[in-house]
C-alpha cells in the first residue's frame, strides 16, 4: 500500500488529520529530504526514506517495490502531492494491482493567497517556472495567454540558485498586457522559519530575486490593495448581492 | 476579531488543526446553510448565525458589526475561504481597525483531484460558471482563452437548478481547441454523503447536467488515463529524472 500524502506548506497545524492518519498507518516515510525534516521528529517510530532532488522515478520505483513486498509506504510531498508533487509520477509508473490512495494537502497558492489577503477570490491560474521539465517557450507561451486573459497567477518555483532568469522574463511578458501598477505579492517559506511576505507592484516586483521557497501572486485588473491586503473582488458590492 | 475559515469540501478529516483551532476559539459561528450543516454537531456550545446564498453582503456587515462589539466571530466557507469564499469581501468591506485572519482550507479541485488520479501535476487554472456576479461573456471568453492555451481546467458551480446551458457551452467553446477524446472527469459531493466520482471523454461529459456540487477537471492534450485515473504528466519519465 502506497499512501501519496500531501503535508502542506510546513507547520503541523497545516497537515490534515487524514494526512496524519496516513502518516501513522506506514511503516515507512519516503520524500526529499527539505519534506521529511519537517516532519521527522513527530514519528521517532518511523523508518525514513531520503531522496534528493532529481531522483524522483528512483523515489517512486522504490515505493512501489517495497509496496509490493507488502510494506505500508508514505511517500509525501509539501503542500498537495498532485500540484508538482509526486501523485502523478508514482500513479504512471504503478500498475494496476498497485494499491495507491491520494490524500490531498494544502498547497502554498492557496495559504499564501490567505497571507497576502484574498487575491484568488475570482478565476485564477497555477504555473511553474521551472524549465527542468517543461521546455522554457512553452512556460513564456503560457505566461502571454494568462497575461492576455487577464488571469490572476499564482507562480511556483520561480526560481532557483541557478535559475535566475525565468522570473525577470515572466515579469516582462507579464508587463507587455498588464498594467505596472498591477498589484501583486509574495510569501517567502510560508509557515516556516523565517515566514515573511511583501505587497507590492508588478513593476516592483519584477526585481525580486526569488528562490524555491518563494510563492509569487500576480493580481489581474480588477485586484486591488487595501489595509495592505491583495483583494480581486468577487462582484458582490458592484452587484449590491 | 473575525477568523475566516476553510472548512475544506465537507468531511471532518479534512479541516486543518489550525481551523479547528479557531472554529474552537469562535464564540459565533456564521455561515451559509449547507457548510453549517456540515459542522454544527461538533460544536454544540456555540452561537451559529446561518444565512441564506445572496445574503453574503449582509453576512459579513453582522460579522463586522459583532466583531466591533468586541465579540470573536468565525466566518466559515466550504473549501477554502479564498476561493469563490467569503475571504475578499470581508476584506473589502473592513477597516483598518477590525482584526481579521483568514485560515486556509482544502479546497474541492485538489480533493476532487486527489480523487480522480493526478490531473493538475502541470500547469492549470480555475474557473467559476457562475454567472450571477461575473458576465458570462467574461467567463466564455476565458475559456477559449484556457482551451487555446491547452490548459488543464478545474470548473468550480458549473450549474444549478436554474442555470443550465453553461456548462454545455463550456463544452463547446473547449471542443473548438481540445480534442473530443480530452480525458476529464468529475467529482460529485466531495466528501459527503453521496460521493461519486466517474471520468470519461470531453465529448461525453458535455450531456452532463451538473449542479453546485459538482467540481470538474478537463484534460489537456498531454492527460491520459491509466488503470482509470486521470493524469497529466509533469514530464519525469520523458526526461529521463
Do not use: H, W
Amino acid at each position: 500500500m502506497i499512501y501519496v500524502i500531501g503535508t502542506g506548506p510546513g507547520d503541523f497545524k497545516y497537515i490534515t488529520p487524514d494526512a496524519l492518519e496516513a502518516l501513522n498507518k506506514c511503516e515507512i516515510i519516503s520524500g526529499y529530504e527539505k519534506y521529511i525534516n519537517l516532519i521527522k521528529n513527530n514519528f521517532p517510530d518511523k523508518i525514513f526514506k531520503i531522496y534528493s532532488m532529481r531522483q524522483e522515478i528512483k523515489r517512486c520505483e522504490d515505493a512501489l517495490k517495497l509496496s509490493r513486498e507488502n510494506k505500508i509506504i508514505g511517500l509525501i510531498s509539501g503542500g498537495d502531492s498532485g500540484i508538482y508533487g509526486m501523485a502523478g509520477l508514482i500513479l504512471e509508473l504503478a500498475n494496476n494491482n498497485d494499491k495507491i490512495k491520494i490524500i490531498p494537502g494544502l498547497t502554498s497558492a492557496v495559504c499564501a493567497a490567505g497571507i497576502l489577503g484574498a487575491p484568488l477570490t475570482n478565476d485564477f491560474a497555477v504555473i511553474s517556472l521551472s524549465d527542468l521539465l517543461t521546455p522554457i517557450e512553452i512556460i513564456n507561451r503560457r505566461l502571454e495567454i494568462l497575461s492576455a486573459g487577464d488571469f490572476v497567477t499564482c507562480i511556483y518555483n520561480p526560481g532557483s540558485k541557478t535559475r535566475t532568469e525565468n522570473f525577470k522574463t515572466a515579469c516582462e511578458i507579464m508587463l507587455k498586457y498588464k498594467s505596472p501598477d498591477t498589484p501583486c505579492g509574495y510569501v517567502k517559506n510560508i509557515s516556516r522559519p523565517g515566514e515573511f511576505c511583501e505587497i507590492m507592484k508588478l513593476s516592483e516586483i519584477k526585481n525580486l530575486k526569488p528562490d524555491m521557497n518563494y510563492l509569487i501572486i500576480i493580481g489581474n485588473s480588477q485586484t486591488y490593495i487595501k489595509n495592505n491586503k491583495l483583494i480581486t473582488p468577487r462582484g458582490y458590492i458592484k452587484k449590491g448581492a
